[in-house]
């Protein structure tokens, strides 16, 4: 099946700092990639969906120039949090859709964990 | 508005059957999903429904009553590696992927 590849899994990086994600879809081409974000215990959070070749589309309450996302070829994605903040600790996934919009069935990178101190 | 609902969590006995309910209500109807995740992973797909009835794939069935609203999720033979989280998710008609919070199964032996 399709596979969807995302680095780091995880990552400690001090309060201030930025960090970025990538996303890449190893055996298919994905015009759109999304980007959750998911707190413990609780389900997955749709932060932005991710289009190749323009902006990203941004969920309501996520802001986008603390979530930057650039999506630059048909098989990478990336997520950089800007200055972050122990708040932003948190699990980062990402999703990719192999097929037409359609059939909808997503592929999910691993995750990357990022810790704030 | 959109809404998924599911029980938070469930228990369930290894070799015995448990069903894991969702009922939703979305802006148009674009299929039903089930995702597995197991602690600190990422989901991985188990089905899909779009039309009504039971779609069955080894030891993992999903049923879909469109104009219930529900679907359901059958685990058979259960076994301890099945202890995850099972997260329901409907497509609208703008093709967004509607989560509910997830039933934390646990299996015991």
């Known amino acids: 099946g399709a596979v969807v590849s995302q680095h780091p899994s995880r990552v400690i990086c001090k309060s201030g700092t930025s960090v970025k994600i990538e996303c890449r879809s190893l055996?298919?081409?994905?015009?759109?990639m999304f980007w959750y974000r998911q707190f413990p215990k609780k389900s997955l959070m749709l932060m932005a969906t991710?289009?190749?070749?323009?902006?990203?589309?941004?969920e309501q309450g996520v802001e986008k120039d603390k979530f930057l996302i650039n999506h630059a070829s048909l098989t990478l994605s990336t997520l950089t949090v800007t200055s972050a903040h122990p708040e932003d600790s948190s699990f980062y996934i990402c999703?990719?859709?192999?097929?037409?919009?359609?059939?909808?069935?997503?592929?999910f990178g691993e995750g990357s964990r990022l810790t704030v101190l | 508005g959109q809404n998924i609902d599911q029980p938070t969590e469930m228990t369930a006995t290894e070799g015995a059957i448990v069903q894991i309910n969702c009922t939703y209500q979305?802006?148009?109807?674009?299929?039903l999903f089930w995702y597995q995740q197991h602690a600190g992973e990422a989901p991985t797909f188990l089905s899909y429904?779009?039309l009504d009835g039971l779609e069955e794939k080894g030891r993992f069935s999903s049923f879909l009553s469109r104009s219930k609203g529900y679907s359901y999720l059958l685990l058979k033979e259960l076994q301890m590696k099945d202890s995850a989280s099972y997260l329901c998710?409907?497509?609208?008609?703008?093709?967004?992927?509607?989560w509910g919070a997830g039933t934390k199964l646990i299996i015991k032996p």
């Open positions: 999703s990719a859709n192999s097929g037409g919009r359609d059939t909808g069935e997503l592929f």
């Open positions: 055996d298919f081409q994905a015009t759109t």
């Open positions: 991710s289009n190749e070749g323009s902006k990203a589309t941004y």
């Open positions: 979305t802006s148009g109807f674009n299929g």
């Open positions: 429904n779009v």
């Open positions: 998710a409907a497509m609208d008609s703008n093709y967004q992927l509607i």
